[in-house]
């Protein structure tokens, strides 16, 4: 038996069905419009400040709202909080500002807590009012 032949026969036949086969389309290669946030081409008008006031007993509150207690130091719900404001503000095209409120009897270390998680939060624009905090305990 001649191998010649076979041998030519299997090549073309492999070249065939490699011409004739349709490429499988991967899953990257389909167009999937999938939600998420798209950075706006003009600003947008959102309340782009934040403030954080420092209670004397130590109580972390943001607008009113109390997300941090005397004996949290990492602050975690303030900073996925802040974390969030970031986002929107830049997806906005605006600045993030924060302006800190800390009680005149409140410890030094409670206000360094605060500045820690603007920090780790990525927020640059930090200032300090002189009222009294607003929130209650």
Do not use: W, Y
């Amino acid at each position: 038996m001649q191998m010649g032949p076979m041998i030519d026969m299997v090549f073309l036949l492999l070249v065939f069905f490699m011409v004739t086969s349709k490429p499988i389309r991967q899953e990257s290669d389909i167009t999937l419009g999938l939600p998420g946030s798209v950075a706006q081409e003009e600003p947008v008008d959102l309340p782009d400040e934040q403030r954080i006031d420092i209670l004397a007993n130590g109580h972390v509150m943001l607008n009113e709202l109390e997300l941090g207690h005397a004996s949290d130091t990492r602050l975690p719900r303030l900073v996925a909080n802040l974390r969030r404001f970031r986002e929107s503000t830049e997806a906005a095209r605006s600045q993030a500002l924060v302006t800190l409120n800390p009680d005149a009897t409140v410890r030094h270390q409670r206000v360094v807590d605060v500045l820690n998680a603007c920090a780790e939060a990525g927020i640059s624009g930090v200032t300090f009012s002189e009222g009294e905090p607003t929130g209650d305990p």
